[in-house]
T-cell receptor
């Protein structure tokens, strides 16, 4: 089965805690993305990575961190500095050639709730 | 920043009717894509239209692009209850090579 997996599906965090969301893909895609979606809203880009060991901030990177040590994996850490982290988080990947010719493939999402 | 703006925000139709959703954007683009999201799930790509194309079809989907008006429309013909979902447009600018900018979406409800 080719695709993108995200875990966990639901995550609860106490205030002041860091949490890490997992994203794995077996599509052999170079580029990977993290988006945040709030209720009734579109997707906002947190971070993206075009290649291993490289990543770029998106529109709302404050309070988040990422790593890209392997092509298949792009974990997102939500730090305690993120003041309003309750949201639905989506990971995506993109094949070679950039977005000029390719679609993004999305994982099923992780719903993070701060208690 | 969000470039695409979908209209309407919500749309409710009877099964069998056509559904039309519009997307307006602000800056020049290389291509525009439409995605579908079922409630609580990830997005699924539907169709991509390039800036030099005016219309594209895929099954029951028809997408138009008017770069002079900076707008696109998605038409779903003969809608089914299974088409109930949120639909998002996403734009790719000429300057950016790896980023998509998503709108806020249109929530479509198809009543059986």
């Amino acid at each position: 089965d080719g695709g993108i997996t995200q875990s966990p599906k639901y995550l609860f965090r106490k205030e002041g805690q860091n949490v890490t969301l997992s994203c794995e893909q077996n599509l052999n895609h170079d580029a990977m993305y993290w988006y945040r979606q709030d209720p009734g809203q579109g997707l906002r880009l947190i971070y993206y990575s075009q290649i291993v060991n490289d990543f770029q901030k998106g529109d709302i990177a404050e309070g988040y961190s990422v790593s890209r040590e392997k092509k298949e994996s792009f974990p997102l850490t939500v730090t305690s500095a993120q003041k309003n982290p309750t949201a639905f988080y989506l990971c995506a990947s993109l094949g070679g050639g950039g977005v000029f010719d390719n679609e993004q493939f999305f994982g099923p999402g992780t719903r993070l709730t701060v208690l | 920043s969000q470039q695409g703006e979908e209209d309407p925000q919500a749309l409710s139709i009877q099964e069998g009717e056509n559904a039309t959703m519009n997307c307006s954007y602000k800056t020049s683009i290389n291509n525009l894509q439409w995605y579908r999201q079922n409630s609580g799930r990830g997005l699924v790509h539907l169709i991509l239209i390039r800036s030099n194309e005016r219309e594209k079809h895929s099954g029951r989907l028809r997408v138009t692009l008017d770069t002079s008006k900076k707008s696109s429309s998605l038409l779903i013909t003969a809608s089914r209850a299974a088409d109930t979902a949120s639909y998002f447009c996403a734009t790719v600018s000429r300057a950016g090579s790896y980023q998509l900018t998503f709108g806020k979406g249109t929530k479509l409800s198809v009543i059986p």
